[in-house]
Structures are given as structure tokens and as C-alpha cells.
T-cell receptor
Framework: KAGVTQTPRYLIKTRGQQVTLSCSPISGHRSVSWYQQTPGQGLQFLFEYFSETQRNKGNFPGRFSGRQFSNSRSEMNVSTLELGDSALYLC??????????????FGPGTRLTVL | DAKTTQPPSMDCAEGRAANLPCNHSTISGNEYVYWYRQIHSQGPQYIIHGLKNNETNEMASLIITEDRKSSTLILPHATLRDTAVYYCIVRVPEKGTSYGKLTFGQGTILTVHP
């Protein structure tokens, strides 16, 4: 079974621009979560989508948004980019069972550089 | 959320067992212990998880103490490719959802040397 895929893998933008990142989950997985990883803050949770609805949200400004499509694919958008948004953005998918924890499987990430 | 404490770094000789400790003294009864690892600039890789009992899979073994206040991840025969940051995470159930987000700490940098 194919793993989580993320596109693009690398991206360079300038301050003030916006960016859209894409994530395709493992087939059959219904939940998609996004994380940001920076050297200073480590790995931080952005948000989780399930059945096209945001189910959980981390402590990030409104410039960070996302959505999920009916096929479970997800996109995240960052508007008005700042230098501090330079990071590795990771997507993780899971089955999202009704009981018990669901194991999240990560994609390779998108490396965003803001100049 | 139940917090975890891990040593910042550890060394291991290739071919030997790597034992990575994790302290989670405030863990509650329905909170699971998960382990992930991250090789430089790649996405985190799931290793193993457990609730009360010891667990083993093709990658590693997880030993959880009887009081559940600590655990140890064991890589039985470490190789150079096991050099990575290892994260111990306690999964907390969240109302109305499944077990929600993963909260990553700083992890343990494991260096396997020849």
C-alpha cells in the first residue's frame, strides 16, 4: 500500500505571498493531521481533518488554514507568509477508529523556505 | 497532557541493543505510550505503541513498567541506520474525537557508532 505523499517536496516563496501544500493520505485513511517542524519550536500540531471537517486545531494564527476533500486528500494554506513560516510541514494520516488510538503515519514533508 | 521525559542523547555500538528510556509519571489509565523516530529531515516513522503490556514487533520491543510511570524502547540489534531522534509520546483521549494530536517533546538523539 502506498504511503502518505506530499507535494511539492520543496518550495521557495517570498514574504507576503501565500502557499498551498497538498497531502494524499494512505488509501482508506480518513483522518489527516498537519504538523510544523522548526529548529526552534520542534514538531507542533497545526490541525486535524476528518470527514472534510476540522476536528482539532493547534495554537497557530488564522493565516494557517486547511481543508479536506471527499476523497480524504487535504490541503493546507498559509497566507501572508512571514520569515518564521520557514519550516518542514508534515502531513500524517490515520484510520481514525471509533475506539482506541489510531496510529498516525507521516509523509516525507514539504520543506518551505520564505525569503 | 501527560508529559514525557527523555535523555537528550544516547550512544550505542552497532550490533548491540539500544535501550531508550522514557519517564511518564503522570500518565493516566487510558493513555497510550507511542514511540516514533525521525531520521534527519524525514517524516517521523511509527515504531510501536502500548498501554499496559509489553509489546514487540519487527522493529522493536516496548517494555512498560507495572505502575506505567516509565517505559523502555529496545532496538535489539542496532545498526547505523537506526541513528535518529526517538520520540516517546503519551496519547491522550480527547472528548468527541479519537486520540487526537501527537505532542512531540525534544526526544532522544540516538547515535549508533561502528
Amino acid at each position: 500500500k502506498a504511503g502518505v505523499t506530499q507535494t511539492p517536496r520543496y518550495l521557495i516563496k517570498t514574504r507576503g505571498q501565500q502557499v498551498t501544500l497538498s497531502c494524499s493520505p494512505i488509501s482508506g485513511h480518513r483522518s489527516v493531521s498537519w504538523y510544523q517542524q522548526t529548529p526552534g519550536q520542534g514538531l507542533q500540531f497545526l490541525f486535524e481533518y476528518f470527514s472534510e471537517t476540522q476536528r482539532n486545531k493547534g495554537n497557530f494564527p488564522g493565516r494557517f488554514s486547511g481543508r479536506q476533500f471527499s476523497n480524504s486528500r487535504s490541503e493546507m494554506n498559509v497566507s501572508t507568509l512571514e520569515l518564521g513560516d520557514s519550516a518542514l510541514y508534515l502531513c500524517a494520516s490515520s484510520l481514525s477508529r471509533d475506539r482506541g488510538p489510531d496510529t498516525q503515519y507521516f509523509g516525507p514533508g514539504t520543506r518551505l523556505t520564505v525569503l | 497532557d501527560a508529559k514525557t521525559t527523555q535523555p537528550p542523547s544516547m550512544d550505542c555500538a552497532e550490533g548491540r541493543a539500544a535501550n531508550l528510556p522514557c519517564n511518564h509519571s503522570t500518565i493516566s489509565g487510558n493513555e497510550y505510550v507511542y514511540w516514533y523516530r525521525q531520521i534527519h529531515s524525514q517524516g517521523p516513522q511509527y515504531i510501536i505503541h502500548g498501554l499496559k503490556n509489553n509489546e514487540t514487533n519487527e522493529m522493536a520491543s516496548l517494555i512498560i513498567t507495572e505502575d506505567r510511570k516509565s517505559s523502555t524502547l529496545i532496538l535489539p540489534h542496532a545498526t547505523l541506520r537506526d541513528t535518529a531522534v526517538y520520540y516517546c509520546i503519551v496519547r491522550v483521549p480527547e472528548k468527541g474525537t479519537s486520540y487526537g494530536k501527537l505532542t512531540f517533546g525534544q526526544g532522544t538523539i540516538l547515535t549508533v557508532h561502528p
